[in-house]
Protein backbone atom coordinates (compact mmCIF):
# COMPACT_ATOMS: atom_id res chain seq x y z
CA UNK A 1 0.00 0.00 0.00
CA UNK A 2 0.86 3.49 -0.42
CA UNK A 3 1.71 6.17 2.13
CA UNK A 4 2.51 9.41 2.46
CA UNK A 5 2.87 11.08 6.19
CA UNK A 6 3.59 14.83 6.47
CA UNK A 7 3.76 14.95 10.13
CA UNK A 8 3.64 18.68 10.67
CA UNK A 9 0.32 20.03 10.91
CA UNK A 10 1.63 23.75 11.39
CA UNK A 11 4.82 25.56 10.48
CA UNK A 12 5.43 29.28 11.29
CA UNK A 13 8.43 30.89 9.38
CA UNK A 14 9.72 34.49 9.95
CA UNK A 15 9.68 36.25 6.46
CA UNK A 16 12.64 36.15 4.40
CA UNK A 17 13.57 32.71 5.88
CA UNK A 18 13.63 29.75 4.54
CA UNK A 19 11.69 27.02 5.97
CA UNK A 20 11.44 22.98 5.43
CA UNK A 21 8.42 20.92 5.42
CA UNK A 22 8.78 17.70 6.11
CA UNK A 23 7.23 14.60 3.89
CA UNK A 24 8.17 10.61 3.95
CA UNK A 25 6.43 8.15 1.57
CA UNK A 26 6.04 4.41 1.46
CA UNK A 27 5.60 2.51 -1.23
CA UNK A 28 7.20 -1.49 -2.75
CA UNK A 29 7.08 0.30 -6.66
CA UNK A 30 10.84 1.22 -7.87
CA UNK A 31 9.76 4.10 -9.89
CA UNK A 32 7.49 6.59 -8.51
CA UNK A 33 6.87 10.15 -8.80
CA UNK A 34 6.72 12.64 -6.09
CA UNK A 35 5.06 16.22 -6.04
CA UNK A 36 4.42 19.19 -4.08
CA UNK A 37 1.17 21.52 -4.31
CA UNK A 38 0.16 24.50 -2.60
CA UNK A 39 -3.29 25.22 -1.52
CA UNK A 40 -4.37 29.13 -0.76
CA UNK A 41 -7.22 29.73 0.83
CA UNK A 42 -9.02 30.82 -2.20
CA UNK A 43 -8.89 26.54 -2.15
CA UNK A 44 -6.98 26.36 -5.64
CA UNK A 45 -4.20 23.12 -5.47
CA UNK A 46 -0.87 25.06 -7.80
CA UNK A 47 1.04 22.55 -8.47
CA UNK A 48 4.94 23.83 -7.34
CA UNK A 49 7.50 21.20 -8.05
CA UNK A 50 8.11 17.05 -9.39
CA UNK A 51 10.93 14.33 -8.45
CA UNK A 52 11.13 11.71 -10.38
CA UNK A 53 12.18 8.73 -8.31
CA UNK A 54 15.15 7.85 -10.81
CA UNK A 55 16.52 11.06 -10.68
CA UNK A 56 19.97 11.84 -10.01
CA UNK A 57 19.51 15.98 -8.95
CA UNK A 58 17.18 17.62 -6.58
CA UNK A 59 14.10 19.21 -8.29
CA UNK A 60 14.42 23.00 -8.10
CA UNK A 61 11.98 25.91 -9.10
CA UNK A 62 12.32 29.23 -8.39
CA UNK A 63 12.44 29.56 -4.50
CA UNK A 64 11.38 25.89 -4.00
CA UNK A 65 13.76 22.92 -3.99
CA UNK A 66 12.85 19.01 -3.27
CA UNK A 67 15.11 17.24 -0.80
CA UNK A 68 14.84 14.01 -2.06
CA UNK A 69 16.44 11.03 0.04
CA UNK A 70 15.71 8.29 -1.97
CA UNK A 71 16.82 5.81 1.28
CA UNK A 72 15.25 7.10 3.85
CA UNK A 73 12.11 7.85 1.53
CA UNK A 74 11.76 11.50 2.22
CA UNK A 75 10.81 14.32 -0.04
CA UNK A 76 10.59 17.62 1.68
CA UNK A 77 10.32 20.90 0.41
CA UNK A 78 12.48 24.20 1.04
CA UNK A 79 11.16 27.11 0.71
CA UNK A 80 13.68 29.79 0.26
CA UNK A 81 13.32 33.51 1.39
CA UNK A 82 10.13 32.86 2.40
CA UNK A 83 6.67 35.42 1.20
CA UNK A 84 3.66 36.56 2.90
CA UNK A 85 1.99 34.89 -0.27
CA UNK A 86 3.56 31.63 1.10
CA UNK A 87 1.10 31.40 3.58
CA UNK A 88 -1.35 28.46 3.08
CA UNK A 89 -1.31 24.69 2.83
CA UNK A 90 1.01 22.26 1.25
CA UNK A 91 0.28 18.88 0.28
CA UNK A 92 2.68 16.25 -0.49
CA UNK A 93 2.00 13.35 -3.08
CA UNK A 94 3.15 10.43 -4.70
CA UNK A 95 2.03 8.48 -8.20
CA UNK A 96 3.69 4.77 -8.45
CA UNK A 97 1.98 4.98 -12.16
CA UNK A 98 1.69 8.28 -12.87
CA UNK A 99 -2.20 8.19 -12.47
CA UNK A 100 -3.32 7.76 -9.50
CA UNK A 101 -2.15 10.18 -6.71
CA UNK A 102 -1.31 10.05 -3.19
CA UNK A 103 -1.77 12.74 -0.87
CA UNK A 104 -0.66 13.86 2.55
CA UNK A 105 -2.52 15.12 5.30
CA UNK A 106 -0.89 18.82 4.48
CA UNK A 107 0.87 20.83 6.51
CA UNK A 108 -0.44 24.18 6.92
CA UNK A 109 2.34 27.41 6.38
CA UNK A 110 2.07 30.73 8.22
CA UNK A 111 4.21 33.50 7.15
CA UNK A 112 4.98 36.04 9.92
CA UNK A 113 6.12 39.83 8.77
CA UNK B 1 1.84 25.50 -16.78
CA UNK B 2 -1.19 23.35 -17.57
CA UNK B 3 -4.58 25.48 -17.26
CA UNK B 4 -7.92 23.75 -15.66
CA UNK B 5 -11.27 25.45 -14.78
CA UNK B 6 -13.85 24.25 -12.89
CA UNK B 7 -17.60 25.86 -13.32
CA UNK B 8 -19.50 26.83 -11.27
CA UNK B 9 -17.08 27.96 -8.40
CA UNK B 10 -19.85 28.10 -5.70
CA UNK B 11 -23.17 26.34 -6.30
CA UNK B 12 -26.34 26.84 -3.40
CA UNK B 13 -29.07 23.49 -4.21
CA UNK B 14 -32.03 22.28 -2.17
CA UNK B 15 -31.82 18.94 -0.90
CA UNK B 16 -33.13 16.32 -3.42
CA UNK B 17 -31.67 18.28 -6.84
CA UNK B 18 -29.21 17.71 -9.06
CA UNK B 19 -25.83 19.86 -10.03
CA UNK B 20 -23.95 19.75 -12.31
CA UNK B 21 -19.60 20.77 -12.33
CA UNK B 22 -17.79 21.37 -15.33
CA UNK B 23 -13.93 20.47 -15.43
CA UNK B 24 -12.06 21.70 -18.54
CA UNK B 25 -8.49 21.70 -19.47
CA UNK B 26 -8.19 24.84 -21.47
CA UNK B 27 -4.80 24.44 -23.10
CA UNK B 28 -3.99 20.68 -23.44
CA UNK B 29 -5.92 17.59 -23.83
CA UNK B 30 -6.35 15.14 -21.11
CA UNK B 31 -7.49 11.71 -22.12
CA UNK B 32 -7.70 11.26 -18.09
CA UNK B 33 -9.16 13.69 -15.18
CA UNK B 34 -9.58 13.16 -11.47
CA UNK B 35 -12.23 13.90 -9.13
CA UNK B 36 -11.68 14.78 -5.59
CA UNK B 37 -13.56 16.05 -2.62
CA UNK B 38 -12.12 17.58 -0.15
CA UNK B 39 -13.34 18.25 3.85
CA UNK B 40 -12.38 21.00 5.92
CA UNK B 41 -9.18 21.25 7.16
CA UNK B 42 -8.01 17.69 5.69
CA UNK B 43 -6.41 15.96 2.39
CA UNK B 44 -7.79 15.05 -0.84
CA UNK B 45 -10.20 12.27 -0.97
CA UNK B 46 -10.33 10.55 -4.89
CA UNK B 47 -13.66 10.01 -5.82
CA UNK B 48 -12.61 8.37 -9.52
CA UNK B 49 -11.02 8.71 -11.87
CA UNK B 50 -12.39 9.87 -15.62
CA UNK B 51 -11.05 8.50 -18.66
CA UNK B 52 -12.70 9.94 -22.16
CA UNK B 53 -14.80 8.02 -24.03
CA UNK B 54 -14.98 4.96 -21.21
CA UNK B 55 -16.38 4.27 -17.92
CA UNK B 56 -15.67 6.15 -15.12
CA UNK B 57 -13.44 4.30 -12.52
CA UNK B 58 -14.28 4.78 -9.22
CA UNK B 59 -12.84 4.48 -5.82
CA UNK B 60 -14.11 2.31 -3.11
CA UNK B 61 -17.06 3.42 -1.09
CA UNK B 62 -18.15 6.26 -3.87
CA UNK B 63 -21.73 5.56 -5.20
CA UNK B 64 -21.49 5.76 -8.77
CA UNK B 65 -25.19 6.23 -8.94
CA UNK B 66 -24.97 9.15 -6.71
CA UNK B 67 -21.89 11.00 -8.45
CA UNK B 68 -21.95 10.66 -12.02
CA UNK B 69 -19.37 11.11 -14.45
CA UNK B 70 -18.72 12.05 -17.94
CA UNK B 71 -15.68 12.28 -19.73
CA UNK B 72 -17.26 13.41 -23.39
CA UNK B 73 -14.39 14.98 -25.20
CA UNK B 74 -10.40 15.32 -24.38
CA UNK B 75 -11.18 18.60 -22.86
CA UNK B 76 -14.24 18.28 -20.83
CA UNK B 77 -15.38 16.11 -17.92
CA UNK B 78 -18.44 16.38 -15.64
CA UNK B 79 -19.40 15.32 -12.35
CA UNK B 80 -22.92 15.38 -11.57
CA UNK B 81 -24.07 14.91 -7.62
CA UNK B 82 -27.64 13.34 -8.01
CA UNK B 83 -30.53 13.93 -5.42
CA UNK B 84 -28.14 16.21 -3.67
CA UNK B 85 -28.15 16.08 0.26
CA UNK B 86 -27.15 17.98 2.93
CA UNK B 87 -24.11 15.41 3.67
CA UNK B 88 -22.98 16.22 -0.15
CA UNK B 89 -22.09 19.57 1.00
CA UNK B 90 -18.25 19.83 0.30
CA UNK B 91 -15.34 21.17 -1.83
CA UNK B 92 -14.96 19.67 -5.14
CA UNK B 93 -12.15 19.52 -6.95
CA UNK B 94 -10.88 18.16 -10.65
CA UNK B 95 -7.54 17.49 -11.99
CA UNK B 96 -6.19 16.65 -15.52
CA UNK B 97 -3.47 15.18 -15.97
CA UNK B 98 -0.81 15.66 -18.86
CA UNK B 99 2.82 13.80 -19.11
CA UNK B 100 3.57 12.85 -15.15
CA UNK B 101 1.81 15.78 -13.53
CA UNK B 102 -2.18 16.58 -12.27
CA UNK B 103 -3.10 20.19 -12.87
CA UNK B 104 -5.99 21.36 -10.72
CA UNK B 105 -9.22 23.12 -11.29
CA UNK B 106 -9.82 26.11 -9.14
CA UNK B 107 -12.86 23.74 -6.81
CA UNK B 108 -16.48 23.88 -6.56
CA UNK B 109 -17.69 24.68 -3.24
CA UNK B 110 -21.46 23.21 -3.02
CA UNK B 111 -24.03 23.71 -0.26
CA UNK B 112 -26.68 21.55 -0.12
CA UNK B 113 -29.61 23.16 1.79
Known amino acids: AQKITQTQPGMFVQEKEAVTLDCTYD???????LFWYKQPSSGEMIFLIY??????QNATEGRYSLNFQKARKSANLVISASQLGDSAMYFC??????????FGTGTSLTVIP | GAVVSQHPSRVICKSGTSVKIECRSL??????MFWYRQFPKQSLMLMATSNEGSKATYEQGVEKDKFLINHASLTLSTLTVTSAHPEDSSFYIC?????????FGPGTRLLVL
Open chain 1, 51 to 56: QGSYDQ
Open chain 1, 93 to 102: AMTPTGNQFY
Open chain 2, 27 to 32: DFQATT
Open chain 2, 95 to 103: SAQLQETQY
Open chain 1, 27 to 33: TSDPSYG
